[in-house]
Every structure is written in structure tokens, then in C-alpha cells.
């Protein structure tokens, strides 16, 4: 049982260059979410989804688009780096909030630096 | 819309010595309540949550987090620590009406010889 994989692990580009982080998971989970972390900010929402087809603003949604097609992925694209996006990026998914089995499993992140 | 306030930031202590990591939330409606952990370079790992019933909870590690609904807190407590608690600690909240965790800021323990 793999749980939640990202990729890539650490990644560099260049200010207006654009990415997709990967990320997967084998739990069959309706929740997924992307955060990035920051010194001293915690994580922060960037977007979510709860169910296939299905996605919502985080409180920081802006430079960030998001998709969900299956169950399994939800990717996050990066539409033009500015260098106030070098950040950790997590991705986590859930069962549905209020459930027995409520917790967010995160994958190990990817590093980003913009230059 | 919840929030959560972790009220250290950085919690130096020395091994074996008892350590206590202070949460409190504000939300209008019912919560559950997490505590998670990351190692230097590392994911979040659960250590452990409120749902519902009993208002101590034991978590891995021999952490364990009393919730207290008058005060709106949920501080996590060890009894002694060792050199590998060495981490972030991360409060969280997730609102009964809601579809994602809220994050406070995070306290960095820092485990000395």
C-alpha cells in the first residue's frame, strides 16, 4: 500500500516557466488537497477536491490550477513560477470529514525553488 | 472557518524532561482535532487525533493531547522526551461542516543531550 506518492521530490525552474506535480493515491479516498508550507506559516490550503470532477479555492489559490479525472490523482500546475512559489508542497487525501476513519494522509513533498 | 493558534514557536528542552505543546482553536461549529509531526525532510506523520468520547487522547510515541471544549485547546504533552522528538509539531483542526484541515503555525522542539 503505497498511500499518497508525489513527484518529483525537488524540483528548480526558472521565474515564468510552468510544472505539474504529481500526486496519487491508492486509498481510494474522496478528499484530496494540496498545501504548501512556509517558515513559520504552517501549511496552508492552496486547493481541494472531494470527488472526482470536483475542486475548490484553498486560501491560497492564485498562480495554481488543479484537476481531478479519477479518483486516484489529483496534479497541480504551476502556470507561470514566480519566485514567492519556492515553497514545500504536501498533498494529502481523506475519508470525508465527521467519519470514524477522519485523518489526512500526506505524501513527502516536493521541494520548489523558483530563480 | 476555523483557526488554529499555536502559542510557541520554538520549544527548547532538555532529554528526559517532560514537554508540553500548547493549541488552541476558535470555530462555531463541532471540530475534530489532530496533532501531527515532521522530521527534518520529511511528510506529516499522524500522531494522534480527537473525534469524539473520551477527552484524553494517547497517541504513538507516548504522546498523548487532553481536549478541553470550554478552553477550546488541545495540548499535547510527553512525560519525557528523547533526542529523536526532535521536530515540528503541527495543531490541526478539521470542522464538522467542512472539507480540509486548517494548520497552525508549528512549534519546532529542539531535544538537548
Known amino acids: 500500500n503505497a498511500g499518497v506518492t508525489q513527484t518529483p521530490k525537488f524540483q528548480v525552474l526558472k521565474t515564468g516557466q510552468s510544472m505539474t506535480l504529481q500526486c496519487a493515491q491508492d486509498m481510494n479516498h474522496e478528499y484530496m488537497s494540496w498545501y504548501r508550507q512556509d517558515p513559520g506559516m504552517g501549511l496552508r490550503l492552496i486547493h481541494y477536491?472531494?470527488?472526482?470532477?470536483?475542486?475548490d479555492q484553498g486560501e491560497v489559490p492564485n498562480g495554481y490550477n488543479v484537476s481531478r479525472s479519477t479518483t486516484e490523482d489529483f496534479p497541480l500546475r504551476l502556470l507561470s513560477a514566480a519566485p514567492s512559489q519556492t515553497s514545500v508542497y504536501f498533498c494529502?487525501?481523506?475519508?470525508?470529514?465527521?467519519?470514524?476513519?477522519?485523518?489526512?494522509?500526506f505524501g513527502q513533498g516536493t521541494r520548489l525553488t523558483v530563480v | 472557518a476555523q483557526s488554529v493558534t499555536q502559542l510557541d514557536s520554538q520549544v527548547p528542552v532538555f532529554e528526559e524532561a517532560p514537554v508540553e505543546l500548547r493549541c488552541n482553536y476558535s470555530s462555531s461549529v463541532s471540530v475534530y482535532l489532530f496533532w501531527y509531526v515532521q522530521y527534518p525532510n520529511q511528510g506529516l506523520q499522524l500522531l494522534l487525533k480527537y473525534l469524539s468520547g473520551s477527552t484524553l487522547v494517547k497517541g504513538i510515541n507516548g504522546f498523548e493531547a487532553e481536549f478541553n471544549k470550554s478552553q477550546t485547546s488541545f495540548h499535547l504533552r510527553k512525560p519525557s522526551v528523547h533526542i529523536s522528538d526532535t521536530a515540528e509539531y503541527f495543531c490541526?483542526?478539521?470542522?464538522?461542516?467542512?472539507?480540509?484541515?486548517?494548520f497552525g503555525a508549528g512549534t519546532t522542539v529542539t531535544v538537548r543531550a
Open positions: 494529502a487525501s481523506s475519508y470525508p470529514g465527521g467519519s470514524s476513519n477522519t485523518e489526512a494522509f
Open positions: 490541526a483542526v478539521w470542522g464538522s461542516n467542512d472539507y480540509k484541515l486548517s
Open positions: 477536491s472531494v470527488g472526482a470532477g470536483i475542486t
